[in-house]
Protein backbone atom coordinates (compact mmCIF):
# COMPACT_ATOMS: atom_id res chain seq x y z
CA UNK A 1 0.00 0.00 0.00
CA UNK A 2 1.62 3.14 -0.96
CA UNK A 3 0.26 5.10 1.60
CA UNK A 4 0.95 2.55 4.48
CA UNK A 5 3.97 0.62 4.36
CA UNK A 6 3.58 -1.51 6.65
CA UNK A 7 0.29 -2.77 4.60
CA UNK A 8 0.92 -5.49 1.66
CA UNK A 9 -0.90 -8.01 0.45
CA UNK A 10 0.55 -10.99 -0.89
CA UNK A 11 0.01 -14.29 -3.30
CA UNK A 12 0.77 -17.52 -3.74
CA UNK A 13 -0.61 -20.43 -6.16
CA UNK A 14 -4.23 -20.17 -8.17
CA UNK A 15 -5.60 -17.17 -6.67
CA UNK A 16 -4.86 -17.16 -3.11
CA UNK A 17 -4.03 -13.81 -1.72
CA UNK A 18 -2.84 -13.35 2.20
CA UNK A 19 -2.99 -9.57 4.31
CA UNK A 20 -0.74 -8.08 6.33
CA UNK A 21 -1.31 -4.85 8.55
CA UNK A 22 1.35 -3.05 10.21
CA UNK A 23 3.82 -5.84 9.14
CA UNK A 24 1.56 -8.29 10.98
CA UNK A 25 -0.25 -11.10 8.74
CA UNK A 26 -4.08 -10.57 9.54
CA UNK A 27 -5.28 -13.82 7.57
CA UNK A 28 -6.35 -14.64 4.02
CA UNK A 29 -7.88 -12.10 1.44
CA UNK A 30 -9.11 -14.89 -0.64
CA UNK A 31 -11.34 -14.08 -4.13
CA UNK A 32 -14.16 -16.59 -3.90
CA UNK A 33 -12.44 -18.90 -7.14
CA UNK A 34 -9.20 -18.99 -4.92
CA UNK A 35 -7.95 -22.25 -4.98
CA UNK A 36 -10.11 -23.41 -7.98
CA UNK A 37 -7.52 -25.02 -10.49
CA UNK A 38 -9.99 -24.59 -13.62
CA UNK A 39 -10.13 -21.19 -13.45
CA UNK A 40 -7.38 -19.10 -11.17
CA UNK A 41 -3.75 -19.30 -13.12
CA UNK A 42 -0.75 -20.92 -11.44
CA UNK A 43 1.04 -17.40 -11.63
CA UNK A 44 -1.32 -14.73 -9.38
CA UNK A 45 -0.89 -11.21 -10.35
CA UNK A 46 -2.33 -8.34 -8.58
CA UNK A 47 -2.11 -4.97 -9.66
CA UNK A 48 -2.89 -1.63 -7.97
CA UNK A 49 -1.76 1.97 -9.06
CA UNK A 50 0.25 4.34 -6.26
CA UNK A 51 -1.82 7.19 -6.96
CA UNK A 52 -4.81 4.72 -5.78
CA UNK A 53 -3.68 2.30 -3.35
CA UNK A 54 -6.81 1.27 -1.82
CA UNK A 55 -7.98 -0.12 -5.30
CA UNK A 56 -6.49 -3.96 -6.13
CA UNK A 57 -6.93 -5.97 -9.21
CA UNK A 58 -6.54 -9.56 -9.63
CA UNK A 59 -7.53 -11.45 -12.45
CA UNK A 60 -9.61 -15.81 -13.12
CA UNK A 61 -10.69 -16.90 -16.30
CA UNK A 62 -13.69 -15.71 -15.30
CA UNK A 63 -13.08 -12.15 -14.93
CA UNK A 64 -11.24 -9.17 -12.56
CA UNK A 65 -12.11 -9.65 -8.71
CA UNK A 66 -11.99 -6.02 -7.78
CA UNK A 67 -11.46 -4.42 -4.05
CA UNK A 68 -11.79 -0.86 -3.45
CA UNK A 69 -10.38 -1.41 0.34
CA UNK A 70 -7.04 -2.92 -0.16
CA UNK A 71 -8.11 -6.98 0.07
CA UNK A 72 -10.86 -6.56 2.36
CA UNK A 73 -13.83 -7.62 0.26
CA UNK A 74 -13.64 -8.95 -3.50
CA UNK A 75 -16.22 -8.16 -5.96
CA UNK A 76 -16.58 -9.63 -9.24
CA UNK A 77 -16.71 -8.21 -13.06
CA UNK A 78 -17.81 -10.95 -15.13
CA UNK A 79 -15.93 -11.03 -18.69
CA UNK A 80 -17.89 -12.94 -20.78
CA UNK A 81 -16.44 -12.24 -24.30
CA UNK A 82 -13.16 -12.86 -25.84
CA UNK A 83 -11.80 -13.62 -22.69
CA UNK A 84 -9.97 -15.97 -21.51
CA UNK A 85 -10.93 -19.48 -21.02
CA UNK A 86 -8.95 -22.61 -17.90
CA UNK A 87 -6.57 -21.16 -15.81
CA UNK A 88 -3.73 -20.01 -18.21
CA UNK A 89 -1.09 -18.65 -16.46
CA UNK A 90 -1.12 -15.82 -19.22
CA UNK A 91 -3.56 -14.08 -17.43
CA UNK A 92 -2.84 -10.74 -16.16
CA UNK A 93 -4.23 -7.34 -14.71
CA UNK A 94 -2.40 -3.95 -14.95
CA UNK A 95 -3.95 -0.67 -13.67
CA UNK A 96 -2.31 2.64 -15.30
CA UNK A 97 -1.12 5.23 -12.48
CA UNK A 98 -1.50 8.23 -15.19
CA UNK A 99 -5.18 7.49 -14.89
CA UNK A 100 -6.27 4.94 -12.25
CA UNK A 101 -9.42 4.19 -13.99
CA UNK A 102 -7.91 2.32 -16.76
CA UNK A 103 -7.18 -1.00 -15.75
CA UNK A 104 -6.30 -3.42 -18.62
CA UNK A 105 -6.99 -7.36 -18.44
CA UNK A 106 -6.70 -10.53 -20.56
CA UNK A 107 -4.04 -13.32 -21.45
CA UNK A 108 -3.97 -13.27 -25.31
CA UNK A 109 -4.60 -11.20 -28.48
CA UNK A 110 -6.27 -13.45 -31.42
CA UNK A 111 -5.87 -11.62 -34.97
CA UNK A 112 -9.45 -13.03 -35.46
CA UNK A 113 -10.92 -11.32 -32.61
CA UNK A 114 -12.18 -14.54 -30.34
CA UNK A 115 -9.58 -13.52 -27.89
CA UNK A 116 -8.60 -10.16 -27.02
CA UNK A 117 -7.34 -8.13 -24.48
CA UNK A 118 -10.16 -6.13 -22.03
CA UNK A 119 -9.92 -2.74 -20.86
CA UNK A 120 -12.09 -0.62 -18.18
CA UNK A 121 -12.12 3.34 -17.95
CA UNK A 122 -14.39 2.93 -14.81
CA UNK A 123 -11.79 1.37 -12.35
CA UNK A 124 -12.88 -2.19 -13.10
CA UNK A 125 -16.40 -1.99 -12.63
CA UNK A 126 -16.62 -3.14 -16.87
CA UNK A 127 -14.69 -3.98 -19.29
CA UNK A 128 -14.85 -3.91 -23.16
CA UNK A 129 -12.65 -6.56 -25.95
CA UNK A 130 -9.94 -4.05 -27.63
CA UNK A 131 -8.62 -4.62 -31.39
CA UNK A 132 -6.24 -7.21 -32.16
CA UNK A 133 -3.40 -6.93 -34.23
CA UNK A 134 -3.10 -7.78 -38.29
CA UNK A 135 0.37 -8.80 -38.67
CA UNK A 136 1.18 -8.25 -42.38
CA UNK A 137 3.48 -10.93 -42.22
CA UNK A 138 1.27 -13.69 -40.86
CA UNK A 139 -1.42 -14.97 -38.13
CA UNK A 140 -0.50 -13.20 -35.12
CA UNK A 141 -2.67 -15.28 -32.24
CA UNK A 142 -0.57 -15.70 -29.67
CA UNK A 143 -0.36 -15.32 -25.38
CA UNK A 144 0.60 -12.00 -24.24
CA UNK A 145 4.19 -12.20 -22.14
CA UNK A 146 2.56 -8.70 -20.29
CA UNK A 147 0.97 -5.80 -20.31
CA UNK A 148 2.39 -2.83 -19.22
CA UNK A 149 0.31 0.96 -19.46
CA UNK A 150 2.49 4.07 -19.97
CA UNK A 151 3.31 5.65 -16.48
CA UNK A 152 2.50 9.43 -18.27
CA UNK A 153 -0.25 8.72 -20.85
CA UNK A 154 -3.25 7.29 -20.11
CA UNK A 155 -4.21 5.89 -23.83
CA UNK A 156 -1.04 4.62 -24.38
CA UNK A 157 0.48 0.59 -23.48
CA UNK A 158 2.34 -2.03 -24.31
CA UNK A 159 1.46 -5.99 -24.71
CA UNK A 160 4.99 -8.17 -25.13
CA UNK A 161 4.82 -11.59 -26.55
CA UNK A 162 7.56 -14.23 -26.73
CA UNK A 163 6.81 -16.46 -29.79
CA UNK A 164 9.22 -16.89 -32.26
CA UNK A 165 9.49 -15.01 -36.06
CA UNK A 166 6.23 -12.78 -34.46
CA UNK A 167 6.15 -8.94 -33.45
CA UNK A 168 7.44 -8.97 -29.62
CA UNK A 169 5.91 -5.57 -28.33
CA UNK A 170 2.75 -4.09 -29.94
CA UNK A 171 2.17 -0.60 -28.80
CA UNK A 172 -1.62 1.59 -28.68
CA UNK A 173 -1.64 5.36 -28.22
CA UNK A 174 -5.50 5.00 -28.73
CA UNK A 175 -6.53 2.82 -25.68
CA UNK A 176 -6.65 -0.41 -27.96
CA UNK A 177 -8.49 0.84 -30.67
CA UNK A 178 -5.28 0.46 -33.24
CA UNK A 179 -2.13 -1.50 -32.63
CA UNK A 180 1.85 -1.02 -33.89
CA UNK A 181 5.00 -2.92 -33.86
CA UNK A 182 7.67 -1.82 -32.19
CA UNK A 183 10.16 -4.89 -32.10
CA UNK A 184 12.36 -2.63 -34.48
CA UNK A 185 13.86 -3.42 -38.31
CA UNK A 186 17.48 -5.26 -39.22
CA UNK A 187 20.36 -5.82 -36.33
CA UNK A 188 18.47 -3.33 -34.37
CA UNK A 189 15.66 -5.24 -34.05
CA UNK A 190 14.55 -7.18 -30.61
CA UNK A 191 16.31 -10.89 -30.61
CA UNK A 192 13.59 -13.38 -31.42
CA UNK A 193 13.89 -14.50 -27.80
CA UNK A 194 11.25 -14.40 -24.89
CA UNK A 195 10.23 -11.11 -23.75
CA UNK A 196 8.37 -10.41 -20.87
CA UNK A 197 8.37 -7.00 -19.60
CA UNK A 198 8.81 -3.59 -21.03
CA UNK A 199 9.14 -0.33 -19.36
CA UNK A 200 8.67 2.96 -20.57
CA UNK A 201 10.48 5.75 -18.48
CA UNK A 202 8.41 8.70 -17.11
CA UNK A 203 10.62 11.37 -18.05
CA UNK A 204 10.79 10.43 -21.59
CA UNK A 205 8.59 8.43 -23.54
CA UNK A 206 11.17 7.31 -26.21
CA UNK A 207 13.18 5.47 -23.88
CA UNK A 208 11.77 1.65 -23.47
CA UNK A 209 13.59 -1.10 -21.55
CA UNK A 210 12.44 -4.58 -23.12
CA UNK A 211 13.15 -7.22 -20.22
CA UNK A 212 13.90 -10.69 -22.23
CA UNK A 213 15.01 -13.88 -21.61
CA UNK A 214 18.44 -12.67 -22.14
CA UNK A 215 18.37 -9.47 -20.32
CA UNK A 216 16.85 -5.89 -21.14
CA UNK A 217 17.53 -4.38 -24.39
CA UNK A 218 16.87 -0.18 -24.61
CA UNK A 219 15.22 1.30 -26.98
CA UNK A 220 16.15 5.37 -27.27
CA UNK A 221 13.72 5.95 -30.17
CA UNK A 222 10.95 4.86 -29.23
CA UNK A 223 11.20 1.44 -30.70
CA UNK A 224 12.74 1.94 -33.87
CA UNK A 225 15.79 0.72 -33.00
CA UNK A 226 17.44 -1.65 -30.10
CA UNK A 227 20.27 -2.82 -28.15
CA UNK A 228 21.71 -4.24 -25.30
CA UNK A 229 21.84 -2.66 -21.93
CA UNK A 230 25.16 -4.02 -20.91
CA UNK A 231 24.71 -2.38 -17.31
CA UNK A 232 22.83 -5.15 -16.88
CA UNK A 233 23.57 -8.81 -16.74
CA UNK A 234 22.30 -11.26 -19.37
CA UNK A 235 19.55 -12.72 -17.03
CA UNK A 236 15.91 -13.02 -17.73
CA UNK A 237 14.09 -9.99 -16.67
CA UNK A 238 10.10 -10.64 -15.81
CA UNK A 239 9.20 -7.39 -14.51
CA UNK A 240 10.27 -3.81 -13.87
CA UNK A 241 9.39 -0.95 -11.91
CA UNK A 242 10.27 2.42 -11.48
CA UNK A 243 10.45 4.21 -8.28
Partial sequence: ?????????????????????????????????????SVAPFYSKLSSADNNPDAVFIVTSRGVWRSVDFGANWNLTSILTGFSSGNNSALNVEVSTADPNVV????????????????SEDNGQTFTKVSSYTDPRGDHSYNISGISPSLIER????????AQGAAKVLKTEDLGATWTDITGQGTSRLPDVGVHS???????????????????????????????????????????KVV
Fill in 1 to 37: HYNKPGDYLVTSQYGRVGRYQQNIYIGDANIADSGNR
Fill in 104 to 119: WAGNAMRQDGSISLQL
Fill in 155 to 162: NRAYAVFS
Fill in 198 to 240: ILEMPFDKNILWAGTDIGIFESTDGGANWGLLNAMIPVAVYDM
